[in-house]
């Protein structure tokens, strides 16, 4: 990828695949934490990607946290409802599974497991 904004334009890609898996809303990316470079060999790095209708209201509901690293060169993203913690996290390495936020146990998938699943898919091929 040639970027003249790199991080802009990365932060861009990311709501623009969240737009894509969870329409017909419109998403917004912001930083927490963390760094990485353009061949993301090496990244850690906590965005939260947020939600609003087509008006500009914002949707918390379907606000997100997501979490990218890298564990034994496989790139990692953890992805969870912002606005929920009691929710289940989508871990998405090797094998993707759901856990139970409160004790990190692999749980069942929620229903909307299937919009988390294609968003996290998304990302991993725009940096894998």
């Known amino acids: 990828m040639l970027f003249e904004n790199f991080h802009e334009n990365f932060n861009s890609l990311i709501a623009k695949s969240a737009d894509l898996t969870n329409k017909p809303f419109l998403h917004s990316v912001v930083?927490?934490?963390?760094?990485?470079?353009?061949?993301?060999?090496?990244?850690?790095?906590?965005?939260?990607i947020l939600c609003r209708d087509n008006d500009g209201k914002r949707m918390d509901l379907y606000d997100l946290e997501l979490e990218l690293f890298r564990s034994n060169r496989e790139l990692t993203l953890v992805l969870s409802k912002l606005n929920f913690p009691d929710e289940p996290i989508l871990w998405s390495g090797v094998k993707t599974i759901w856990m139970n936020s409160n004790n990190g146990k692999k749980c069942s998938?929620?229903?909307?497991?299937?919009?988390?699943?294609?968003?996290?898919?998304?990302?991993?091929?725009?940096?894998?």
């Open 31 to 48: 930083k927490i934490n963390g760094e990485y470079k353009k061949d993301y060999a090496d990244i850690d790095l906590t965005l939260n």
């Open 109 to 128: 998938a929620p229903k909307y497991s299937f919009r988390l699943e294609n968003l996290a898919t998304k990302i991993k091929n725009l940096i894998a």
